[in-house]
């Protein structure tokens, strides 16, 4: 198979039914695959052509939660939230191939999921393997300005949110934000592989973490509702 440059990918995503990107970053318009602006906010329903719970991977990367998940929850759709486009490429294209018809993406910066995402549309949030931003708390992914983020398209009842990570910083820093913001902590794991997993989803592995576990790092995990 002929490898594709950035620019091929970034051309190819524009037409795949299952990937919208964001028009401008302050902007509720995605373009879809007719290269139409539409605005997708409270509409994803209508993209899987059902009502079921609607999970999000955020920073997805090539969206192997997203993917995961999807074939291991038929009855669940996911979206995969990330802002490089040749990333995007690798899950979308895969989940095409497959018929994983439950997996869609979304180009765009978490910051602004508001425009994307309507208050209650979301179930659960995953967050897997982001940067930790080491220095820079304002920018990591479970800071408060993120959480309240999370909050405005959370469902109110029974929402989960996971955060895995390899990074001892990141970890901690989350759990003392969460303490702080008095948020009900429902799982916490220093090390998940020391024993046998507690669910089953844990299993699933990003492109990240199976370079953090070639060089032996702890992967950490903390469930939460917000
Ligand atoms: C360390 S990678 C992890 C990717 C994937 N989750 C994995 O585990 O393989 C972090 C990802 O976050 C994305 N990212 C960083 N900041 C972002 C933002 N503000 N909005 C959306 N994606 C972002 C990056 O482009 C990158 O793909």
């Not at 190819?12 to 028009?23: G, R």
């Not at 997805?60 to 074939?71: E, F, I, N, S, V």
């Not at 895995?164 to 009900?184: A, N």
Request: hydrophobic share 35%.
């Amino acid at each position: 198979m002929t490898k594709l440059s950035k620019l091929q990918k970034f051309a190819a995503i524009k037409t795949y039914e299952n990937v919208y990107s964001s028009k401008r970053h302050d902007s509720p318009f995605v373009i879809n695959s007719k290269g139409q602006e539409v605005i997708i906010k409270d509409q994803w329903h209508k993209h899987f052509n059902n009502n079921n719970p609607i999970i999000l991977e955020v920073a997805c990367g090539k969206g192997h939660y997203a993917r995961g998940l999807g074939k291991m929850h038929p009855n669940n759709n996911y979206v995969g939230v990330e802002l490089k486009g040749n990333r995007i490429w690798t899950g979308a294209n895969t989940a095409l191939k497959n018929n994983e018809n439950n997996v869609a993406f979304l180009r765009a910066r978490i910051e602004f999921m508001e425009f994307y995402f309507g208050k209650e549309e979301i179930s659960e949030i995953w967050i897997t393997f982001p940067d930790p931003q080491l220095g820079k708390a304002k920018k990591r992914t479970t800071a408060p300005r993120f959480l309240d983020v999370y909050r405005n398209v959370l469902k109110k009842e029974k929402n989960l949110v996971h955060l895995k990570t390899d990074s001892t910083e990141l970890y901690d820093y989350t759990l003392e934000v969460l303490e702080e913001q008095k948020v009900k902590i429902l799982y916490t794991n220093d090390d998940i592989y020391a024993a046998p997993l507690d669910f089953p989803e844990l299993d699933i592995k990003t492109f990240y973490e199976k370079m953090h576990l070639e060089d032996n790092r702890k992967i950490k995990y903390i469930r939460f509702t917000l």
